[in-house]
Every structure is written in C-alpha cells, then in structure tokens.
C-alpha cells in the first residue's frame, strides 16, 4: 500500500499537512471525524484526495463521496480540483444534468459535487428536476454507501440538521453512510478534527496563520455607498495594490460597484451560466488565483458572497461590504491567501440604512450590532485605527469578545413520520421540502433559468421546440425563485412541458424562456437589461438548432456559417427549423428476445452485488411480458420478446390495439403473479417496483384478478415491514440495482445489440 504522503506528494508536489495525514489515518481506519474545522487556506478539500487514496488502496471507505457547498461557483472550482486528481467526477449544479453515468455504475467510486438544493433534494426524495419514478434511485445513491461532506457547514445549518436527523433514521440500515461537516468557523460540540501544535509550526501553516490584515472602517450614508466603495478600490489601487477585491452582500449592489469602476475588472456572482463563466474564468483566473502573485497586472475583482467560501482566489488588497463576522473572516480568507505579503490593506464600508431599509441577506439590526462589535475590535488610535482579521489575530479578537451572531435560521425537525411520506414515491406525497433544506421562512431555494432564440409567439409549440434539443448544463443558470418570480411577472414561461405564468414557477424548476425577454448580460443575471439575450443552446450541446432551415437547406453551409461542424449530420424537422445531431448519436430501436435479456440483466445485477434476492429479481423482473397479449403489442412472431422492434409510432400504437390489453395493465405485476409460490416478499417488491411504481400500493390497473393475485390488498402492509427491516434507503438501494441492471442491458441491447 502507498502510504497517503507519498501519493498525495506525487500529485500536488508538495506535502501534505500534518491535520490532512490524521484525516488520512482516519478515513483509513473507516472512522472519518464528523467535522473538521480549520482556517481558510488550509486545504480542506484534500478530503477528496484522502477519499481518492483510500479507494485505490482497497481501504473500506463508501463508493460515492458526495462533497455539498452552498455556492455554485464553488461547485465548480471543487469539481475542477476532483478532475485533476483523476477521480470520476459528477456536477449536480442547477437542475439540468445530461450526465447519468454516475448512476448507471452503482459500484464505480465517484465524486459527487453539489449544491444542498441538488443533493439534499435527492437524499429527501424528491430530487429537483428528477421523475417520481426516477427518485428513489438518487435517494438510493446519495443515501447509500457514501461519504457526504457539508463544506461551510455554518451557512447551511438547517440541512446539517436534517443530515444528523437521517444518520438517526439510518441507522438500521446495511450499508455506511457517514457524514462529515466543514468549516472554518467551527460549530458548537462535536468531536472535531481541528489544527494540532504540529500544524501551527508547520512553516507553510505558520505564516498563513499570521499575516496580518489590517482593516479600517469606513460608514457611509445609503445613498453614498456605491460611490465609496468605488472610491475606496481605486485607492487600494493607487497605493500599488494589485488584485483589488470588491465584495458586496447582493448581486444588485455588485452589478453598480463593477459598472462605475474604471479599468480591467471581472465581476464574479453565482448567477452565471457555466459556459459564460467558463469563458471569464479562463481569461481572468491566472490573474487572481492563488500563486499567481508574480508579474500580476492590475484587476478589480467584483464579487457577492459566492466566492466567501472555498474559492481559491488570492486578493492584494480588498474592501468589503459590511457583514457578519463569520461571513467577514471568510471574505479576508481570500486576501494573501497564503500569506506572501505578511501584512496588506483592507476596508470595511458599512452601509447607514434607513428606518424603512432593510436588508434582504443579513437584516439591518445584525449588520448595525457588527458594526458597533467592530468599532470595538479596533486597536491603534486616530487615524491608524484598525481590526485585524489575520486568522490568528482574529481568533484571539474572538476569545476576549464575541461577535454578534445570525440568528440561527429555524429548522424543521426531520422525522421518520416525514420519511415515511417522503418515500411514498408512487402515489406521491406532495411536501414541501424547503425547510429542510434551508429553514423555514426562507426564499433561498433557486429555479434554473434557459434562453432560447426559437420560442416565438405560439406558445403552443413552446414545449415541442424545446424538447427536440433539451436544455444542457453549459446554457442554465441558477437563481433565486423569488427573483425570478418578480422579473417574469404574468409572462410567460415553459416548465416541463407546460407553459405557465412566471409568477406559477416553483422552486427546483427549470424555466425556458425568450430570449426576447433579455434579463441577462455579458456577466450574468441582469434583470433591468431589456437587450435579447444571447442564446448558446447550439455550443453547449450535442444538437444543433438551425433556426428556419427546412429540409432543402444545404446542413454544411448552415453549420458552417456557424462555425460548428458535424461528423455525418442528419437533421430533423422542428418547430422553429432543423435540429441537427451526429448520425452515431441516433439510437436505433430493436427488436430483444426476453431470456437473452433476463439472463444478461441478471449478469449485470451478478457483477454488483451478492445478494441473490437481487439477482432472482433481475432474472424475473419481465418475465410477465409472456402474457400473449403483452407479446402481440411488442409484435413477436416466432420467439417472446422483451423489447419491440417497432420501426415506427403508429406500428406501436396499431399493435396496441391489437392487443387487448386492459388499459393501465402492468407487465411488472404480472411478473409478481408469476414467481414462485411462497418467493420472499423482498423479492416480490423487487420485482413489482422495477419500474418505479408498486412502492406503497399495487395499482389495480384494468385487471383485478391480477391485483389479486399478487397480493395487492396486503401490499401496503409488506413494503411498511419491509422498509422497517431494511431501511427506506436500503430497501431504495436493492429495488435501485434490480432497475439499474435493467437500463444498463438495455442501453447496452440498443446501442451494441447485445
């Protein structure tokens, strides 16, 4: 076994820190901290390189690590970080994922980087953007067999709680799940891994921990704010400083501060769609990011309090709205960063409110309490008066008088009453899950919102025009529902298939609108913009939309005038034009014998897991598509089948007919009928629930004596004993890998002919 030092040396160039090889040594030992609390700077998401170690030395860690931040940006420079140590890496970012692999590879290790809304969504049940059908498998995933990691623990209070509720609630359950908390504000109680003696002398640790940032406070009326924090950046500039930061506590006062700044500048929010963030930050972050020090040009670096917490961003000088303390001590953990400047300049502005003011992030009387606490803090006199937040300075500040503090957003209690409707997936339960996620009374929770060129004035065709090239990751950015809410006002929006007022969007949505509509600019979310939006569906995806094309048109010259080319192009007629995709992108429909495809999903469920229930249920699952009506509606001749071969949807829909099938008959409850007399209960709602239906009541579906048959009247009674013996995420992980096997072999049968 290569010891953790020597492997994580070879990959960074440098040593570790004495705290990271103790997390090493725990996570070894399978007994990973519940927290970890150190000072920014200090590596916290090594725990991914710990994690990696570990699983390519066979040590007894979970497959999945899921690391959730509340920051979208920092979703991204995390999973930049998991990229390059080589892990296979997933992005839940915004409820738009075109990438399934993840889950079509149970056993495979992965890194699994999330906002709480995507990951916390999936472990409750009702995953944003995800089917009903499609649920309990993600809960089944982020709930089983990982290592979920809450970076920032003290901004997401309300869903450390909820993940403590579930460790409760799991604890039956068969496979390890364990949750860690980080931050470097530390949270009360807990057995916490912090910095050791051997870390504060540490020579890299130990001038981190003592650069000293001096910082002078300035108060301003409101309608002086934009204009001093202005004032102040170029003074830090004029005193020769670099890389000026500039952070403000809302995206609005952000956007003003960036326009009246003269120079080169970059203005960085978390309402950004990744392909226009990916452009910015590939122009601007060698300019900032840590290390890059020598031979910088001057920059003006705008942000909000997305990049608080886990960018690696390195500031010379910064000036920063008035806020918490707790969310201060993290904006100066982006100033001298690694502490090469030992001593730099820095400025508090704070913002006088009116008596009607308030503000909307942190609330007036927290902000005014700070101030005074600051004004407190200080040393020095006159002039020369300033609070020093280098991390030991501050710490020692802290010891002597503690700050005001946010006040503790209320937390919903989880219990295993509300377990039991939320995996009540089919019928569904509808609850609202928010609180969980963010405490009650909040608005944090965020729709993803799509431009498109091709939404014109029947909004009848809306739903067609977009499902013929579906949203990808690259063209969606997130926002607050409620700001979205009030930009759209009564105009309309597509929601899944339907178009609907703005004001009706629901949080976890993903909303298509005009691009007519504007409310977006060249660095992200603008709402008072009315310009048309520019649309970049056609470079961040596999299709390409050619936008009043019809079937004469030359597809090279289309492509080509907009400098894309395709491999094989075949285009299909839509709406607003041609969709255009690769010819090896098409799946073609095939006709699959049902004992080749039983014998190989049972394979596939074999190369997963030992459990042979599972494996009786992936060799039974469609054994109920004997019935010779299921037969003649997938057009068998001469052998049963498990899947059409229809060339077309009216032979699909004339076989239909044909059958006679009662209509809302399900094949799956069939195969229940067939099994054994006597067969384990488990393997009878392994089998019923392939589809993801069957998993609180057996629907009768035009055949009685079936339901009958398979027990639908003591249904309900067996998944409640079942879900109690097992676990609701254990039982979800069994029922996931039967309808796992199944998509892979199918996916395998159409794509290779398997």
Not at 291 to 303: E, Y
Not at 500 to 520: C, E, M
Not at 692 to 720: K, S
Request: aromatic fraction near 6%; hydrophobic fraction near 45%.
């Amino acid at each position: 076994m290569q010891h953790f030092v020597d492997w994580y040396e070879q990959r960074h160039g440098y040593e570790p820190f004495p705290w990271q090889v103790r997390l090493a040594e725990l996570v070894a030992a399978g007994t990973p901290p519940p927290s970890i609390a150190v000072p920014t700077g200090a590596g916290k998401t090594a725990i991914i390189a710990v994690w990696h170690w570990a699983t390519g030395q066979g040590l007894p860690v979970p497959t999945r690590l899921i690391y959730v931040v509340d920051r979208r940006l920092i979703v991204d420079s995390v999973t930049a970080y998991a990229e390059r140590l080589g892990c296979q890496v997933v992005k839940l970012r915004g409820g738009v994922t075109i990438d399934s692999g993840w889950m079509m590879a149970p056993i495979r290790p992965a890194v699994i980087v999330s906002t709480v809304d995507q990951a916390g969504s999936r472990l409750l049940w009702r995953g944003f953007g995800v089917s009903p059908a499609t649920a309990p498998i993600h809960a089944a995933l982020i709930g089983n067999d990982a290592l979920l990691v809450l970076d920032e623990a003290h901004i997401s209070t309300p869903f450390a709680a909820t993940l403590a509720a579930v460790q409760e609630l799991r604890r039956k359950e068969f496979l390890p799940w364990h949750v860690v908390t980080m931050t470097a504000t530390p949270l009360d109680g807990g057995d916490t891994l912090e910095l050791a003696e051997a870390d504060r002398s540490h020579p890299v640790l130990r001038r981190r921990l003592h650069s000293r940032k001096p910082a002078r406070l300035v108060k301003v009326e409101k309608a002086g704010f934009v204009a001093a924090m202005v004032a102040e950046a170029n003074n830090l500039r004029d005193q020769s400083a670099g890389v000026v930061g500039v952070i403000a506590n809302t995206t609005g006062r952000a956007r003003e501060i960036f326009q009246r700044l003269a120079g080169d500048k970059v203005l960085l929010t978390g309402r950004i769609r990744p392909v226009d963030r990916d452009s910015i930050l590939s122009e601007f972050l060698p300019r900032m990011i840590s290390g890059s020090r020598a031979g910088r040009q001057p920059l003006f670096v705008v942000a909000t309090q997305t990049i608080e917490v886990g960018a690696d961003l390195d500031f010379d000088a910064l000036v920063t709205q008035n806020a918490p303390v707790d969310a201060l001590r993290q904006r100066f953990g982006r100033l001298d960063r690694l502490g090469e400047l030992g001593d730099c300049q820095a400025v508090i502005v704070h913002e006088e409110l009116g008596t009607a003011d308030e503000c909307r992030v942190y609330g007036k009387s927290l902000l005014n309490r700070t101030w005074t606490w600051l004004k407190k803090a200080q040393t020095g006199k006159g002039r020369d008066k300033r609070v020093d937040f280098g991390i030991t300075a501050m710490a020692a500040t802290l010891a002597q008088t503690p700050p005001p503090l946010r006040e503790a957003k209320a937390t919903k209690p989880f219990t295993a009453d509300d377990l039991w409707d939320l995996r009540q997936t089919h019928p569904r339960v509808e609850v609202d899950i928010t609180p969980w996620l963010h405490g009650d009374n909040t608005d944090e929770t965020s729709v993803t919102v799509v431009w498109r060129e091709d939404l014109f004035a029947d909004t009848g065709q809306w739903a067609a025009t977009v499902s013929a090239a579906p949203p990808v990751l690259a063209e969606a950015m997130p926002c607050p529902v409620y700001e979205v809410r009030g930009w759209l006002g009564q105009r309309p929006a597509l929601v899944g298939e339907q178009v609907v007022p703005g004001r009706n969007i629901r949080p976890g949505d993903l909303v298509v609108v005009p691009a007519s509509y504007g409310g977006y600019g060249p660095w992200g979310w603008e709402p008072g913009s009315r310009q048309p939006v520019e649309a970049v569906g056609n470079r961040a995806g596999a299709r390409v939309r050619l936008i009043g094309a019809d079937e004469t048109a030359d597809i090279h010259a289309c492509l080509a005038a907009l400098g894309l080319t395709i491999d094989r192009p075949v285009a299909t007629p839509y709406p607003a034009g041609l969709v255009v995709t690769a010819a090896n992108r098409r799946v073609n429909s095939r006709a699959v014998g049902l004992e080749d495809h039983l014998a190989a999903v049972e394979g596939v469920a074999r190369e997963w897991t030992d459990n042979p229930l599972v494996w009786q249920a992936a060799r039974a699952h469609d054994r109920g598509k004997t019935d010779p009506r299921f037969q003649v509606l997938l057009g068998a001749r001469d052998h049963l089948l498990a899947k059409s071969g229809h060339t077309s949807p009216w032979a699909a829909r004339q076989a239909r007919s044909w059958s006679g099938l009662p209509e809302g008959w399900r094949h799956e409850v069939a195969s229940t009928v067939l099994l054994p007399v006597g067969s384990p209960a488990l393997l009878r709602y392994l089998v019923a629930t392939h589809h993801g239906l069957c998993r609180a009541v057996l629907p009768v579906g035009g055949d009685y004596p079936l339901w009958l048959q398979a027990g639908g009247p003591r249904w309900g009674n067996m998944t409640e004993q079942l879900n109690a013996d097992l676990g609701a995420w254990g039982l979800a992980y069994l029922e996931a890998l039967v309808r796992l096997a199944d998509w892979v072999q199918s996916e395998r049968e159409q794509r290779d002919g398997l």
